[in-house]
């Protein structure tokens, strides 16, 4: 049995977003828990869709004994403040000094942190624990499959082990893996694994990423395959969050072996399996107006899906935007709902009127106002909830979200989901809470890239990808960029990036 200390620090973050991550949203629970201390964390993760919840698992199982320091998590947003990565760090590294002697370190990461005076919020942060831990004690990270996976990243830890699923349903198992992977690290005799990194050539959007359809779905059985050869202990295959202007934006491939040869073999065919994919990790887009009008003539039993991309706050976005509201209401949509809609202001106005009142609201455009005006109307207050319930589906299974104040507002046939708090429409419970079954309505507005797939693809008639306003914008190569490395695509088969001219 061996002594493993574990943690967790979250935060994906799109530089181009306006909203920046303060220590507050590291603290505060919004749809994952929030700060979490020592043996808390043994109590409060289990059951849950979390990497460090599977961890903690297998790890047990293995019969290794835990030391938990601290979890947290912020919902993706702009870049993390100096205060809130410091004052983790400060947590973190005092929390690792205070639970020595242990074997190994454990880390629960996203991947794709940037900060305000680190662009490689990981990086750093590994950098730091492996210089507070000598060269010897075996540290092991799981990543969000978004991860831009630098080299510093690599270089600092022993193992990094990504999510294989988008929607991520397979949070916890990748913990899971990952402490397989680490108990295979305490029981190995003959020094560190050897290991590969490769970084993919160009940039794919994320809704090209969903590993449902092709081509992520044939990449990930080939980087299944891959793992099954003699001497390879782990492979992993990180697309990248795109909406990261840094010099390490984009996929990469990691794997490690018994031996170099196994590790840079394996590494080798995936990422030349990728190359030979590139155009199609391209999709379709349609504009809100395109969409609905396909829609609303069609007469079929099961909803149809528009995923609003752009504003989805699971990347980053505000989750306020009306574009996409806007063509259904001008089209005169029936059965129609759109969430989940943060607008606070307008939760408390609901509130105040009572249930069956009608209120003039100027809804939504309040965060992001780039072209996406508030929506005004008069709408009738149909449900009122309390923002506070328990997830289902696959993605946030178990997790108990705090979205404060809840409506459903209704305008023609035209209803909105409008929280407090922001939470991407990954979840048939959102409007559930309201009193609004999904399966009932004509069209569904989801406020989600991807991640809704695991809960809504099993009652949609069609999905179509709508991109309306919002701050995840869906094209890297429309992105202006500043920081990325000279040479990279800014899309599958699309121009390569040059350092802009002052």
Request: aromatic content about 8%; glycine content about 8%; overall charge negative.
């Amino acid at each position: 049995m061996s002594r493993i200390a574990i943690a967790g620090f979250l935060h994906e973050t799109n530089t181009f977003a306006p909203l920046q991550a303060s220590w507050d949203d590291f603290v505060r629970a919004e749809s994952f828990p929030g700060l979490t201390f020592g043996e808390e964390i043994l109590s409060v993760m289990p059951g849950k869709n979390i990497a460090i919840a599977g961890f903690m698992d297998q790890a047990r199982s293995l019969g290794h004994e835990l030391a938990p320091v601290a979890w947290c998590c912020a919902i993706p947003s702009a870049h993390v403040t100096e205060h809130a990565f410091e004052t983790y760090m400060t947590i973190l590294l005092e929390g690792l000094e205070a639970a020595a002697p242990f074997d190994a370190v454990y880390l629960d990461l996203h991947g794709a942190m940037v900060c305000e005076h680190h662009e490689d919020g990981e990086g750093e942060l590994l950098a730091r624990v492996r210089r507070q831990l000598g060269p010897d004690v075996p540290l092991v990270v799981s990543l969000d499959l978004h991860s831009n996976t630098t080299r510093t990243m690599f270089d600092n830890c022993d193992g990094l082990i990504a999510y294989r699923t988008y929607p991520h349903v397979d949070m916890a198992d990748t913990g899971r893996r990952a402490a397989r992977y680490l108990d295979h690290l305490l029981r190995r005799q003959d020094g560190p694994p050897a290991k590969a990194h490769r970084a993919i050539p160009f940039l794919m959007p994320l809704t090209g990423q969903c590993t449902m359809a092709e081509p992520a779905l044939g990449t990930y059985a080939r980087l299944a395959e891959l793992e099954t050869a003699a001497g390879v202990r782990s492979i992993s295959f990180t697309p990248g969050f795109p909406p990261a202007d840094i010099w390490d934006c984009g996929p990469v491939v990691v794997a490690y072996g018994d031996d170099q040869a196994a590790a840079d073999s394996a590494a080798d065919a995936l990422y030349n399996a990728i190359l030979e994919q590139e155009a199609a990790f391209q999709v379709p887009r349609l504009t809100p107006n395109e969409a609905v009008s396909q829609v609303i003539v069609s007469n079929v039993h099961k909803p149809y899906v528009l995923a609003d991309v752009q504003d989805n706050c699971g990347a980053g976005a505000t989750s306020d935007t009306t574009g996409l509201l806007r063509s259904l209401v001008e089209q005169g949509a029936d059965r129609a709902v759109v969430g989940a809609l943060v607008d606070p202001e307008a939760a408390a106005q609901a509130h105040a009127a009572g249930q069956g009142a009608e209120i003039d609201v100027a809804l939504g455009g309040k965060i992001y106002t780039d072209g996406d005006p508030p929506f005004r109307g008069r709408f009738k207050v149909i449900a009122l909830g309390s923002g506070s319930f328990t997830c289902t589906g696959p993605f946030y299974k178990g997790a108990t979200p705090n979205l404060g104040p809840m409506a459903l507002l209704r305008i023609g046939g035209v209803s909105v989901v409008v929280s407090s708090n922001r939470m991407q429409a990954a979840d048939k419970e959102i409007f559930r809470h309201l009193g609004c079954e999904p399966e009932e309505q004509k069209i569904l507005g989801l406020k989600s890239s991807v991640h809704f797939r695991a809960d809504f693809t099993d009652i949609a008639e069609q999905i179509l990808v709508v991109e309306a306003p919002g701050a995840s914008i869906d094209r890297p190569e429309s992105l202006p960029y500043k920081n990325l490395r000279p040479g990279v695509r800014l899309c599958p088969k699309g121009p390569e990036f040059t350092v802009p001219q002052d």
